[in-house]
DNA sequence: TCACCATTTGCATACTTATTCATTTGTGTT
DNA sequence: AACACAAATGAATAAGTATGCAAATGGTGA
């Protein structure tokens, strides 16, 4: 029977090392479950082991992000023009100052386009700090980023 | 350079779903790394991914620990072997880019461990950036952070 | 600069896992 | 019992991943 022999697969993962469905194949074996590898295949997508660096392993029971697939948060020039109030170059940095809360969205649209010259964003509530490799490609950035804003 | 190609991935594989090692192959070629999948199965293993019914996924150390045992706050290594995805560094600053939320605890890890080339840090949401006296310690601080995050 | 050594990478291929298709098995109905 | 139908399985094979080996790359000291 199917369940049964879940069961015992499970219960091999839990307790043992299984590398490979090969080897979960003769375990199972040794327990009366004489079945190939295609249904071990079938028997792990049903029971959502995953295997990773210590061989196959029961599904995490933590919350885990069931982040699924976005199509698209508001681009840099839509949440800019929103709201973005000005613009600023200081060495390797560009600050932008936005109304009050703007900060993170603009930030998470920076982040989201990734932008070569940018390594990184830091948001506080109305502002933004951009943070480029050095002053030449803040610059860049400065004058893009003002493109977009007095469009 | 591997270890940014690492970063990717670690990035690629925290906010997409990656199905398998051609369509990561794939992303990564849109990002500027053209490597074969040879190489990214030997990263993957390098990263210690697990892959499941849902992709490939980071090594989960979740830094919530049931054991009461641990005095101190977390260390730098624990939160950025949780947190970290990425590390950059311009003139006298290093970016490190996390997982959504993890900034803060970086940061204040960081903090708490007072390293003497570190002046202070700022935390957002995801990014955590880390200000140095000079170019030269930055580097430095580059280099053990991400140490630390290969590990 | 050049030579040298270690690391990284690609190619080819071995190994592992998923899937298609046909068959068998189980179950309920007449 | 015989049939009909759905679920489960195996065999073959496609799809995906890991690895030995040689070549390329990169960093280091003479």
Redesign the pocket.
Known sequence: M?FE?HDAIRELVAHSLV????ELRRKLRRRGF??????L??D??ALRLS?GPSGYVLPSTDVGNGAAENDGPPSVAEVLASFGLRIRQAMNQVIVGTMMGGAQPVAAALDFEEWPEVLGTIAGDDTVLVICADPRRATEVEMRLRAMLES
Chains 1, 2 share one sequence.
Do not use: G, L, Y
Request: a positive charge.
């Open positions: 199917k022999r590398t490979n469905q090969d004489a079945v190939t590898q295609a249904t295949s079938r792990i997508h295997k």
